[in-house]
C-alpha cells in the first residue's frame, strides 16, 4: 500500500511548524506532546510523531524502525513524567472517519489522572 495523502494544512503540522501555539509537554527528535485543548481527562495529552504520517496505519507502514521505537518510548516517558503510569492511563489512537479521527496528523491520547469510565459507551456498539 502506498503512503496515505498528508494535508501540511492540519492543524498539528501548523503546531509541529510553530505556526501555532501550544501547550507543551515534551519534544525530543522523535514527537512532540501537548495538552489537548479540550480535555477528556483530568490529565490528557497528545503525542505526535515529528514526521509527516496521516494515521496509525500509514505511521506504521512509512516510518522507520527508530521513528516508531522513538515516538512509543517518548510517550511511554511522558506518562511516567506525568505521573499517570502508576495508578494506571488510556491510550487512543482514533484512526479514519470511522474511527472519529479529526486532525489527519497521526496521534495518540494519553488520558489518566482519574476515573476514566468504561472504554466505550455501550451506545458506540449500537446498544441502546
Ligand atoms: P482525534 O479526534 O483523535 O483526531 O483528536 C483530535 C484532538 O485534538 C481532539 O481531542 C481535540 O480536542 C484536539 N485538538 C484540536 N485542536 C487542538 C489544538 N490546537 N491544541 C490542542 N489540541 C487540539
Redesign the pocket.
Known sequence: MTAKSYDKNN?FAK?LRGE?P?NKVYEDEYALA?H???PKAPVHV?VIPKGAYVDLCDFARQASADEIAGFYKAATKIAADLGIEDAGFRTIA?TGAGG????PHF?I?LLGGGPLGPMISGNSRGIA
Do not use: R
Not at 100 to 103: D, K, R, S, T
Open positions: 492543524i503546531i501555532i501550544c501537548f489537548d485543548i479540550a497528545l482514533n472519529g479521527q479529526e486532525v496521534h491520547h
